[in-house]
């Protein structure tokens, strides 16, 4: 009994060894896989890959200006007019996704190209028959098409009226958007109203910033912001009242947010940590994405208090009405997520600078010495800061589907990436953590970007392709980076291969 009891108790302990160590990497396995149905995509958009700016009928926007007559904004004095020369090479394009095996194409719509003077008056064909190419060709190789309306590129002759600031344009970006649904929307079936609105409305808070470069600080960008955020509405009610039904598809808005860390880890700095997420995402977020709608309360509050404390009459921040507040509330089918890196914010008292940005969100962003750089300074290898932003949209939001609409890391251009094959793997693991460990629901990925492109104010001099493109060359050849190897691998395979696992 004893004997048999010993052998019984070695063989059982095998047994169990053998299943605990079998439960062990089954989910060691599952914690590097892509849950079912997970997407994988990577992204472009028009005004850095097309080129053709001034090609059968597009009017200028507002980069062929920021490129053209500003062009000591841009490092290297270069401009889009080429580009990688997409406008012509789009089937290049969608070969090498078909090489990536991806599920979705991610590319932004020119309004220029499709509506060369702004206005839903006269529709440009030659830009309709270019898009329809495109996606009829992603459409042919299984790529869903996953397209952005708002990539940056304003018509200039809306910028003459103002720009974002000017509430006009909610009229016009709807009229834009339906000729787009129209257009587009049978095959369509994802759509972005806007990208990183933080990034653009930068563009009304100096001289030296993002087209249109226009020097209005503390005011620019919530004008600019009170706008757009009305013009998603509005794209979104359209698309419900005319179009859903019909098409079936999805409309959100894609928004830029990097993580920030407590730096001395004391309340005043987590206070600091909560401004920065509150002025860069919740600004934007907050309107669409939470259950009451309207700015972020801190955000009404301190602008209000600099606003009156510099004797003004009303707040720089606008107001929502009651009306608008429950029209824009709930304007998502998902959450669009763009993240690259992370920062510390240290408080800030700004209380006697004039109107800024800054002084009313009361920090400035600083790195950790330690975090691995890449070519873009502002672009600091984070990849918790993944995990931790993803966990901020899913508490704040109720936990919104996400889709993360660009992540990516730059450099020189080198074939031989492997910076960007480590920023890939191990953002892609902390995503994976987030999701099975967390419990955040995100629904897909997109590598940012599918090839080296014009990357605006740094002109080439900084690259993010999964493919090279030499610049020099008239006919802009691709080359197949060892990033874009790993990535083929990953989206194959539905996991992270083994090599790179942590
Ligand atoms: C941060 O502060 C909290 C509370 O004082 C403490 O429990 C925690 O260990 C600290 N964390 C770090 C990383 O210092
Ligand atoms: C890329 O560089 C790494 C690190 O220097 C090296 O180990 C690897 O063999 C290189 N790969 C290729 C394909 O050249």
Request: glycine residues 6%; contains cysteine; negative net charge.
């Amino acid at each position: 009994m004893a004997k048999f009891s010993a052998v019984y108790f070695v063989a059982l302990l095998v047994a169990v060894s053998g299943a605990a160590h079998e439960e062990h990497s089954r989910t060691k396995r599952q914690a590097y896989t892509f849950p079912d149905g997970f997407l994988l995509g990577a992204a472009t958009a028009s005004y850095q890959v097309e080129g053709a700016w001034d090609e059968d009928g597009k009017t200028s926007s507002i980069w062929d200006t920021q490129t053209h007559d500003k062009n000591y904004l841009i490092a290297d004095h270069t401009t889009g007019d080429i580009a990688c020369d997409s406008y012509h090479k789009y089937d290049v394009d969608v070969q090498m996704l078909r090489d990536l095996g991806v599920d979705f194409y991610r590319f932004s719509f020119s309004w220029p190209r499709i509506l060369p003077d702004g206005h839903g008056n006269r529709i440009n064909q030659a830009g309709i028959d270019y898009y329809n190419k495109l996606i009829d060709l992603l459409v042919a190789n299984n790529i869903q098409p996953v397209a952005t309306m708002y990539h940056w590129d304003l018509p200039q002759n809306l910028q003459d009226l103002g720009g974002w600031p000017n509430y006009v344009l909610v009229d016009y970006f709807e009229d834009y958007a339906r000729v787009l649904f129209r257009n587009f929307g049978d095959r369509v079936k994802y759509w972005i109203t806007f990208n990183e609105p933080l990034t653009f409305t930068g563009g009304y808070e100096g001289a030296y910033a993002h087209a249109p470069a226009i020097n209005a600080p503390g005011y620019g960008r919530y004008l600019a912001t009170h706008t757009l955020i009305k013009a998603h509405a509005r794209a979104y009610h359209i698309y419900d009242d005319e179009f859903r039904a019909d098409q079936q598809g999805k409309v959100s808005i894609t928004l830029n947010v990097d993580a920030c860390f407590n730096y001395q880890n004391t309340t005043e700095y987590q206070d600091a940590c909560e401004r920065q997420q509150q002025f860069e995402m919740g600004l934007f977020a907050n309107p669409i994405y939470s259950a009451e709608g309207d700015w972020p309360a801190i955000v009404r509050e301190r602008v209000d208090a600099n606003s009156k404390a510099e004797g003004l009459a009303e707040s720089r921040l606008p107001v929502f009405t009651p009306d608008e507040i429950e029209y824009i509330r709930g304007t998502y089918d998902f959450f669009g997520h763009n993240h690259y890196t992370s920062n510390y914010a240290i408080p800030y008292d700004g209380t006697n600078d004039p109107a800024s940005d800054q002084k009313d969100h009361g920090y400035y962003l600083t790195k950790d010495p330690n975090w691995p750089g890449s070519a873009s300074s502002w672009l600091k290898v984070v990849p918790t800061g993944l995990r931790y932003q993803l966990n901020s949209i899913a508490t704040r939001y109720n936990n919104p589907p996400i889709l993360i609409t660009e992540n990516g890391f730059s450099d020189y251009g080198d074939l031989n990436d492997t910076g960007r094959i480590n920023y890939y793997t191990s953002y892609l693991t902390e995503m994976l953590r987030a999701i099975n460990e967390d419990g955040v629901n995100v629904i897909g990925y997109t590598a940012w970007s599918l090839m080296d492109n014009f990357e605006w104010n740094q002109g080439y001099s900084e690259k993010f392709g999964l493919y090279q493109v030499d610049f020099e060359d008239p006919t802009r050849p691709r080359i197949m980076k060892e990033s874009a190897r790993v990535f083929q691998q990953i989206i194959a395979t539905r996991q992270i291969p083994e090599a790179y696992r942590t």
